[in-house]
């Protein structure tokens, strides 16, 4: 394992009971970059996270975080954001982020003047003085964010950070994950919101049935998927559809299909030669939600099962 | 172990402030006051009821007119003498002849509880008594006794033959019933604290289960460390407590010179400083032990319900140990007194008993390492099995034996 990698998983395994939450695990996070975690509910996402941060234990496989076997030494230079938030409600904000920080090592004292600070940047000044149960739900979501980074951990894990966030403060959790990013640390989180993801991930996983289906770049998840154009004829006919790709499928007054692997060029030049014209021609490149719903969509429970079993 | 400690420390001093820093603290804390309250209400209301029947009951002697004067100073002096205070007052009753039918009629009679009547001639008088009163009888027959020897030697009533000088002291010590009854008051006490104050680490975990905190704790911390904070906090909560009503009955004592009093009753073995600093060490080791089981216990608990139907055998058990306990320092070389030493839910109140019965201060040391291990490993395996049931960690009974897990 490199030094460069805060995070490095064998193929890690969990099972509760005789449900496999996590079949085999296998991922490596570059040192400074945001990665993401992608999966449809019940993918074992949460499961591998906890595992990572040795919450819980794996079967079988190996981990790694920032450099120690035994991921609770690393604890102080990691944070964390987990799924179902958890606070004090009778505590107030910041006494709640300096606590978070103590827990990982900081002083209760700069814990709450960098809380104070984080508050103020965070545009919850007004709270500094509240208690978390007068807090909404959001709020009281993005203290905790703001206490799981309060410490300038290395490494920030993230479970699922932007749901129950309006969209005001999801753009401003993603300038947060993208600030601490540029501080140095190393972001990893889960998301099934492919839009987070697609504007944040360096690298990802995508992991369905407790097995990770793709592992890159957001680019390189893209990419698994063909180029989509759609036609506009400046004259309608029943013959158009011979000139285009077998896919082609009358959308409005146009045509959707994949483009072929020698492009458009001589397929416009006949059309024009026909005389159908062209009133319009868009090229789409495939979205990472595209992208997700084709690889998980392909990772039915049968699938998983059959690899299982040749893996053993 | 100093990064351990701290951790603890965060956990702890969170809970202390968390309990502490509440209203209900207040109420907590002053709930023995409620108590006492209660305890001189009732005990007034008992002591004046009490009164009401000693000033209805009499007793009397029906007598002629020239025996009554020297009846009534013989009852008198003999009331001096004897301290016979509390028995009821004597009422003397003419005499018509009719003294059997008479007696008779004062036991039924409505307002007045005649306890003992004597009639008849001084020399062979007749006492009916009720079956209860029969030091009421005695003293009716010491003044018939007491007029009839007087009249014989020609003397006074109240002149006494013999002239005692009472020399009342304090003892010197309190001997072996003095140790005894150390023994018993530590044993009690430590009991009656610990099962008071660390049944409540019973409910610690719900909060951090129920609003999801644990998650942050987990990964943060050891387990271990989460545990211990918890108790250390709130052992500090139970410390405010002891010593807060410790400095308020001292100085109740201190004011009424009761103090005095209950020293000399106590006498420990090993000397009052030492026995006191031992029953506060073995008072943190009752308290961690039970409050680590109760910890353990209502980790694993799912609901309230749970807890209370959980906590109630941990409570039996308790009681069987002080039981225990209790019976080996009346018997300190007995058997049942070494196994209740030795027997680790048992072993701190009977090293207190035993710091009152035995001067020896070593085994005191090695009692203490062997309690603190116990409670070393019983916060190890309840943090095992919280890992494995609560936070679904897997590896079964193995590993909450600190073994590593099958896999396959």
Redo the contacts between chains.
């Keep these: 394992m490199s030094s460069a990698t805060p995070v490095w998983a064998e193929n890690i395994t969990?099972?509760?009971g005789k449900a496999h939450a996590v079949r085999g695990v296998s991922l490596s996070v570059p040192q400074g970059s945001i990665y993401g975690v992608l999966g449809p509910n019940g993918a074992g996402k949460t499961t591998t996270l906890r595992m990572l941060?040795?919450?819980?234990?794996p079967?079988?496989g190996t981990r790694s975080l920032l450099g120690y076997d035994v991921p609770?030494l690393a604890?102080d230079r990691?944070g964390?954001l987990?799924e179902?938030?958890?606070?004090?409600?009778?505590m107030k904000t910041v006494e709640a982020i300096a606590?978070?920080g103590?827990?990982?090592?900081l002083g209760w004292a700069e814990g709450r003047t960098r809380g104070q600070a984080l508050m103020e940047s965070a545009g919850l000044g007004h709270a500094t003085g509240k208690k978390i149960k007068h807090l909404s739900k959001g709020m009281a979501q993005l203290v905790q964010l703001l206490g799981s980074i309060v410490h300038k951990p290395e490494l920030i894990v993230l479970d699922e950070p932007f749901s129950g966030l309006d969209p005001v403060n999801q753009e401003h959790l993603e300038h947060v994950i993208r600030g601490e990013r540029d501080r140095g640390a190393t972001i990893l989180f889960s998301t099934h919101v492919m839009g987070h993801a697609e504007r944040l991930c360096d690298r990802l996983s995508i992991i369905a049935g407790g097995l990770v289906r793709f592992e890159g770049t957001v680019d390189e998840a893209r990419a698994r998927l063909p180029m989509q154009a759609h036609y506009v004829p400046n004259m309608q006919s029943d013959a158009i559809g011979a000139l285009l790709p077998e896919d082609a499928t009358r959308v409005g007054d146009g045509w959707r299909f994949i483009v072929p692997e020698g492009g458009v060029e001589r397929m416009l030049v006949a059309l024009i030669k026909a005389k159908h014209g062209v009133a319009g021609l868009t090229m789409q490149r495939p979205s990472l939600h595209d992208a997700f719903v084709e690889i998980v969509g392909k990772a039915n429970i049968g699938d998983v099962v059959a690899e299982q079993e040749q893996a053993l | 172990m100093s990064h351990f400690l701290r951790q603890c420390a965060v956990v702890a001093r969170r809970d202390f402030l968390a309990v502490v820093a509440t209203p209900t603290f207040l109420l907590f804390l002053l709930a023995p006051l409620i108590m006492i309250i209660i305890a001189i209400t009732g005990g007034s209301g008992a002591t004046q009821a009490a009164q009401s029947t000693v000033d209805a009951a009499r007793i009397a002697v029906i007598a002629a007119p020239q025996d009554a004067f020297d009846i009534k100073a013989a009852d008198d002096h003999l009331r001096a003498v004897n301290g016979s205070d509390f028995l009821p007052k004597l009422e003397i009753i003419p005499t018509h002849g009719k003294d059997e039918t008479l007696a008779a009629a004062l036991f039924g009679a409505r307002k007045t509880d005649y306890l003992a009547v004597m009639f008849g001639d001084l020399k062979k008088p007749v006492i009916r008594h009720e079956e209860s009163s029969v030091r009421s009888a005695g003293l009716l027959a010491e003044i018939a006794e007491q007029v009839v020897r007087s009249r014989a030697a020609g003397t006074p009533i109240t002149q006494s033959m013999s002239h005692p000088v009472l020399q009342p002291i304090k003892a010197a010590r309190a001997g072996v019933g003095g140790q005894r009854t150390t023994a018993y008051f530590a044993v009690f006490g430590i009991f009656f604290l610990t099962l008071l104050l660390a049944g409540q680490s019973v409910g610690m975990l719900a909060e951090e289960k129920s609003n999801k905190v644990i998650e942050i704790l987990a990964a943060a911390l050891p387990l271990e460390a989460v545990f211990l904070g918890k108790l250390i906090g709130m052992f500090g909560v139970a410390l405010l407590f002891v010593t807060f009503w410790s400095v308020m009955i001292g100085a109740a004592l201190f004011f009424t010179d009761a103090g005095g009093t209950i020293m000399a009753m106590l006498s420990p073995a090993v000397g009052m400083g030492p026995f006191l600093i031992l029953c506060g060490l073995y008072f943190t080791m009752s308290y961690m032990l039970l409050g680590a089981v109760f910890l353990g216990v209502g980790g694993q608990a799912a609901t309230i319900r749970d807890i209370q139907m959980l906590s109630l055998p941990i409570t039996i058990l308790q009681v069987a140990m002080y039981g225990i306990a209790s019976k080996g320092v009346a018997q300190p070389e007995s058997t049942l007194a070494r196994f209740a030493e030795i027997f680790p839910f048992s072993s701190a109140y009977a090293m207190a008993g035993h710091a009152a019965n035995d001067p020896a201060l070593w085994p005191h040391a090695l009692a203490l390492i062997w309690q603190a291990l116990w409670v070393a490993a019983t916060i190890f395996f309840a943090a095992r099995l919280f890992r494995i049931g609560v936070l679904k960690s897997g590896g079964g009974l193995r590993a909450a034996f600190g073994l590593k897990a099958k896999t396959d």
């Design positions: 969990k099972r509760f941060l040795g919450i819980i234990d079967d079988s609770r604890s990691v964390y987990p179902e938030r958890g606070l004090y409600p009778n606590f978070m103590a827990l990982r090592g």
